[in-house]
């Protein structure tokens, strides 16, 4: 299709654009045709799409001329013809290398939005809104680069250079030389100028152009399409300073790395068994052993080390009531008789029997 030969193409509606009430447009639009560009960018907007196919794919450079056949007939387009067609100067710098130095000097300050040299490897955005359309133009009605059109490039800046300082071009060379990059097959140069390529094809009588289409309104520059202009790009440089403030706050955050070495990590440990869980299983312990008595001629039954438990601590209850209770409540000792051994047998027996003691649950 040939309407990708013109998808990030622009022309400008000089008329509308100068009655505008912007001062800065108004001063800008007048430098770009002060410099002798009106006739290539305010030509009749009118486009052949499928003159213009066959142009690209037949059209070739002899001798400096661009050739091509388009519907079977031949056409040849001379820097000359190129030149009248447009009303292009013919006089001036034809390589932007020779941009006087000082000239580029005194544009950077020119077009800066802070006031301060711009940055020639920076963005468009450093630049005031007249001029970041300025850039647009020259990037894609006029060298017709390819890529991001945000971008500052010492091409783009030395063609902006020459409308804003005012310096002389030979654009018929310039923009001639253009044209041959886009039909040279060695080139990568973006295909471009479709309405003026379209203008010179209608000078040739015998060609057959097929049916004329309309180039998109949304890519002419009137009063309209700079004012839609305006407000983009105002709304993108509030985005880009609200994520920059954004992305700023979020830096000074502390990162989960920060956070991570401030707070200690938690130490793994084994649990520890809680002091009532020993002193229960101490005091298991001494029951188990408290009840280990000499064997008596009965078997006596067995208690759980839960009953042994609860033994003991009877006993130790018991203990602390006898030390805690009055000394004229504990009941006096009973004394041992001496003369035991002046009983009869019988009766020592019955006597150890009846002291002997029973150990129960």
Known sequence: MASSLYSN????DFDSVLAMDDPGMISM??????????????CPAVVYEDALVDFFENASVRNGVVFSTVGGQIVKISEKLFAESFELPVE???DLSEMPKDSIFDARSIVSLSGEQINLSGKKNQMKMPYRLLCD???KAISVKAGSFNAITVEKFSLMTAVVCGVKMNWAKFLFGILKKMVAVK?????GFAIQISLLLATFPAVELGEASEFPASKILSKKTVLRFVSINDRDGAEEISGA??????????TAA???????????TSK??????????EMVVVAEEALVVEPLDVEEPRCSSADAVDLIIQQVLDETRADEAPADTIEPAVAVEKNWFDLPYEDIVKKWEAERPVVTA
Not at 187 to 191: G, N
């Open 9 to 12: 193409a622009q022309h400008v």
């Open 29 to 42: 639009f007048e430098a770009l045709e002060a410099s002798g560009l009106r006739g290539f960018l305010g």
């Open 92 to 94: 001036g710098l034809e």
């Open 137 to 139: 133009i020259v990037a």
């Open 187 to 191: 080139t990568k140069q973006a295909k």
């Open 245 to 254: 403030a954004a992305k700023k706050a979020v830096s000074k955050k502390r």
């Open 258 to 268: 920060d956070i991570e070495a401030v707070v200690p990590k938690k130490k793994r």
């Open 272 to 281: 520890k068994k809680s002091l009532s869980s020993i002193s229960s299983l």
